[in-house]
């Protein structure tokens, strides 16, 4: 097949009939298909079966129950479905005008580009559907900082986080991507060496429904653009800096009410590995708690570690204080600062990492069938409609 355009939805059931209207229209003469990647909770998958019935266009649906990685997520798993020479994604609102289709795939291919994005901001494109002032101030400073971040890998487009754009088959490595929040094409682009094209985007108002962007988006934004810039090791390396200044001020001041330091020392650990923990999986694993063991496994995991590694840290205090003249909160800020990479290790590696879902009565029975019969060939996670 030429082209999938891949829609992530998330209760945009009263957009769904004109989007497929449009974009048939657009895509005549493509071999073509739409595929619906939809988390939402409303009717939108039974309107996109029953508008899928009334064209000609093929149409497929993926309904995600347990949503993973939101848009971004959304949109890798589309990705990996399809095995069309060019994916196209976007929204599902109409802010993307359909009718942009055929030329993404026309530059792609006079250009030879791995992606081509659709962009507000080159000759031809128009921001003006974004609702206000204020949003269109907010969007135009975050390309800015975005691109002052990534200088090299994102000098080939004007529009880093547009949600509009194509991709040529096998030119990206999945697997490397991380899915999280509504900017994937930045994901894609900040993380690979990818050839970039850019046709004109006039980026217009939504036909219903309201938007999907708020304050949490803003701050999933910020935390991405830090992984991105600096790594996971770098957040779970602040994190360790705040929960060790917590440590050292919590075992000072128990010292100054007269608690022992070896006491303070316990009370400051246990707080510290509750706070890192917290904070740990609401801003450094967030991305790989899907698959990974539940949360009071991860939980006991981390806190059977940390415990032990503050006991030998607390052991190793009592060495060094009992038989040099160092002061205790120097001592342990030193020993505190040893333990980082192994904690940071076995939390990522560990911890959080990928666990294969034991196989149910149904799944074995089927093993056992599959091997009396010819090798079977993998179904896609998809519903034609």
């Known amino acids: 097949m030429e082209l999938t355009v891949i829609v992530p939805t998330f209760n945009e059931a009263p957009n769904v009939a004109e989007l497929v209207r449009r974009v048939e229209a657009a895509v005549v003469g493509i071999d073509a298909e739409v595929l619906f990647v939809d988390d939402s909770r409303d009717n939108t998958p039974d309107v996109i079966r029953e508008v899928a019935a009334q064209h000609d266009l093929p149409v497929r649906l993926i309904h995600r129950d347990t949503p993973v990685g939101g848009l971004s997520g959304a949109v890798i798993e589309g990705l990996r479905s399809t095995t ?12 993307h005008r359909p009718e942009t289709l055929p030329s993404i795939i026309a530059k792609g291919d006079a250009s ?18 974004l609702s206000g002032g204020v949003r269109r101030l907010v969007s135009q400073a975050s390309i800015k900082v975005t691109k002052a971040l990534f200088p090299t890998r994102l000098h080939g487009t004007t529009d880093p986080m547009s949600g509009f754009f194509g991709i040529r088959t096998g030119a990206i ?7 999280r929040g509504f900017k994937i094409l930045l994901e894609i682009l900040a993380r690979q060496p990818l050839q970039v094209a850019e046709v004109p985007l006039v980026f217009e108002a939504r036909l219903a429904g309201t938007s999907k962007a708020d304050m949490k988006q803003g ?25 060790a200044v917590a440590n050292l001020a919590i075992l000072a001041g ?34 790989l708690k899907h698959g990974a063991r539940g949360v009071w496994k991860r939980w006991w995991h981390t806190f059977a570690f940390n415990g032990t590694e503050s006991i030998v840290r607390t052991f190793v205090l009592w060495v060094i204080v ?3 003249a160092l002061h205790s909160v120097f001592v342990q800020a030193a020993l505190i600062a040893v333990g980082f990479s192994l904690r940071y290790l076995y939390q990522s590696r560990i911890v959080y990492k990928k666990m294969s879902p034991e196989p149910t ?8 069938e599959a091997r009396a019969d010819e090798p079977a060939i993998p179904v896609k996670a998809t519903e034609p409609v």
Not at 84 to 95: A, E, F, H, T, Y
Not at 219 to 243: E, P, W, Y
Not at 267 to 285: D, H, M, S, W
Not at 361 to 368: F, G, P, S, V
């Open 84 to 95: 069309s020479r060019w994916s196209i994604v976007m929204d599902g609102d109409l802010q």
């Open 219 to 243: 701050i999933a934004l910020g935390r991405q653009l830090f992984d991105l810039k600096f790594g996971r090791i770098s957040g779970f390396a602040a994190i360790g800096a705040l929960g």
């Open 254 to 287: 128990l010292q100054t009410f007269g608690v022992g330091y070896l006491a303070a020392a316990c009370i400051a650990a246990f707080v510290t590995i509750i706070g890192n923990f917290l904070l740990q999986e609401r801003f450094i694993f967030n991305d």
């Open 361 to 368: 009565l149904d799944d074995i029975i089927e093993a056992e």
């Open 112 to 129: 030879g580009a791995d992606v081509v994005v659709a962009s507000r901001h080159v000759d031809g494109g128009s921001s003006d559907g």
């Open 173 to 179: 490595q999945l697997d490397g991507l991380h899915a």
């Open 322 to 324: 009992e038989n040099t």
